[in-house]
DNA sequence: CTGAAAGCGCTAACAA
DNA sequence: TTGTTAGCGCTTTCAG
């Protein structure tokens, strides 16, 4: 029927419990014991079985990916994150369960111990805006449950990866500033987003070094969903002096102040420019093209995933490594109105 | 430590046997002793192990989701389907696993047989184009996994969930008709997809019904892909006598038309119509709004995943059930141009 | 460096 | 309608 640890360890001559040590990596085997095991495994097609190590052992050879299903952002930022997260699993022998949870429901510290003692997950990666929610972060370490976060808020004592949304989001708006913008507003993303905070100080530090001063009616509350760059942009564009350049905390809002924009008859970049944050796949489909941040999400998945693993495995303990931003300037921005 | 089901037999005056008879809701109990059973769980806040119950048993309450990392439409698309099944999932304490398998990879079916020995999963959802792919279907049949699909092309002995893709398309591409188009093309998904064939099928259904010939330089293949979309709109733009209306047979590639049409200084509906399948957000969120036909991607995720619910529990035997569509007209739709 | 014995928490097959 | 007895396939002790 099925090939099992004891069939393998029978073919190659040693005991169960040499071939248990080969498979999870355990020092003190001899080599030439660990080839012929390996050897053995490899013929006779071994895959053991993850209920009997769940249950026997403390690991589980589980990471579960955790998002928020009601606050969350574009859903092709985290289908990508989920992507990256299964890359790393795939290479590392892990399997993944993808775990949507509700931030605000009442039975959230319950569906999350739930869900660990389930499973006995080996480990987490957490999403924003989870990767800041305190009781959340709180239950992990009380449990002891080891976890990654994709551009947590806090960078102390936390592993994962991260980007430098400031300085990417001050780019961004120098870019405009070049271009001969003085009137810039900026689209807020969720207030308990890292992002949000950080791509508004990157906002006011280009403002500051332009010489520009900040205007509050410029800064408008969005929730990173595309009708809510939409109301934006509305009420920007109703302003008495309205801006010339819109900068919207991500590509979805992005989409709706272009949205906006056209609904008032305006030409983008002749009558307004515009410009997002990610690069996701919307960006380049939009006319014209978004000029917006690059945010590798696949690849942030996956490194979040690895640095998990790598605490995982005991070796290391895992690092908060940063991702480089690259700006994506395409056609949606352009030299302000020039009777503006 | 951790609640055992022994524990909780003690604290109900019955043996381990029964409080497991009463967790897989067997028939044979009586009624006082399940209630009394199923307070002492409640209240000791009992949760089975999955991994016991894995080994022990030969179930595994997981549901894998397995789709195609390489020939697959909008991610917005998958990740709505997922959400739908994760609806399930959660509605009948199962578990999901998310797959992502490269049908066109050389090891595909070995992928697929780890994913099941591995974990036991107790049922598949399938989602396109790995609906229809004979050597999977055939393996999941030898190895007794259940499964059901989500529009899966052959639909006698599948259960699941599919919607009348062809009369959708028909009654969209009818709306051109009675809009005044009499140049319509049509441009085509992926060829072994079954909403390919189809969507193509109800433009043509359409045709007939119009009495418009049939002009096969008005089909052009596509890739469900976005810049597929752009290609076959420069292809269409470029006829000597280039259609007035567009259907694609998705939102992302009729995004990539109107992007085409933008490039080449035509206005959306005026000088050219246009319009997609799937109401995707992206269909709203493009300027113009794009008329599609709605195709309610979670609902149907839920739907499939329920079915093979049914089937798991062996009450039913499972269901291939229909949704229905509903056309989404919006601004990319207008009469042709006068002078056509 | 390697092995023997004892479970992990549950369910299957049988019995009562 | 309920209980008893063996394991499921692995890892954990603890001895060699």
Chains 1, 2 share one sequence.
């Not at 009601?70 to 890359?87: F, H, K, M, R």
């Not at 739930?114 to 709180?138: K, M």
Request: net charge neutral; hydrophobic share 40%.
């Amino acid at each position: 029927m099925r090939v099992r640890l004891e069939d393998v360890a029978r073919a190659a001559g040693v005991s169960p419990k040499t071939v248990s040590r080969v498979l999870n990596e355990e020092a003190y085997v001899k080599d030439s014991t660990r080839k012929r095991v390996l050897a053995a495994m490899d013929s006779m097609n071994y895959r053991p079985s993850p209920s009997a190590r769940g249950l026997a052992g403390s690991r589980s050879f589980l990471v579960a990916m955790l998002y928020d299903n009601n606050d969350n952002p574009a859903s092709t930022y985290l289908a990508e994150i989920q992507d990256g997260v299964l890359d790393a699993c795939d290479a590392n022998r892990y399997s993944m369960m993808v775990c949507p949870l509700r931030m605000r429901g009442p039975d959230f510290i319950r569906r999350v111990d739930a869900l660990i003692s389930d499973h006995h997950v080996d480990g987490v990666v957490l999403t924003p805006p989870l990767t800041d929610h305190p009781p959340l972060l709180r239950r992990l370490r009380e449990r002891e449950v080891p976890y990654a976060s994709v551009s947590p808020v806090n960078r102390s004592e936390t592993i994962g990866v991260c980007m430098d949304d400031e300085h990417a989001a001050q780019a961004l708006v120098s870019h405009l500033v070049q271009l001969g913008h003085r009137r810039i507003a900026h689209v807020l993303g969720i207030a308990n987003h890292g992002a949000t905070r950080w791509r508004l100080a990157g906002y006011k530090a280009a403002l500051v070094a332009a010489g520009i001063p900040y205007d509050p009616d410029y800064v408008v509350q969005g929730e990173f969903m595309f009708g809510s760059g939409v109301a934006a942009a509305r009420k920007l564009l109703a302003l008495p002096e309205p801006p010339t350049a819109i900068f919207a905390a991500n590509d979805d809002m992005a989409a709706g102040v272009m949205w906006a924009a056209n609904e008032c008859g305006m030409k983008v970049p002749r009558d307004l420019s515009v410009c997002g944050f990610d690069d996701t796949p919307l960006a380049s489909q939009l006319w014209p093209p978004l000029s917006t941040v690059r945010q590798p999400a696949r690849e942030m998945g996956k490194l979040a995933a690895l640095q998990l693993m790598e605490l995982l495995r005991g070796k290391g303990t895992g690092l908060l490594v940063q991702v480089p931003y690259s700006l994506q300037l395409r056609e949606s921005t352009g030299k302000p109105p020039k009777h503006a």
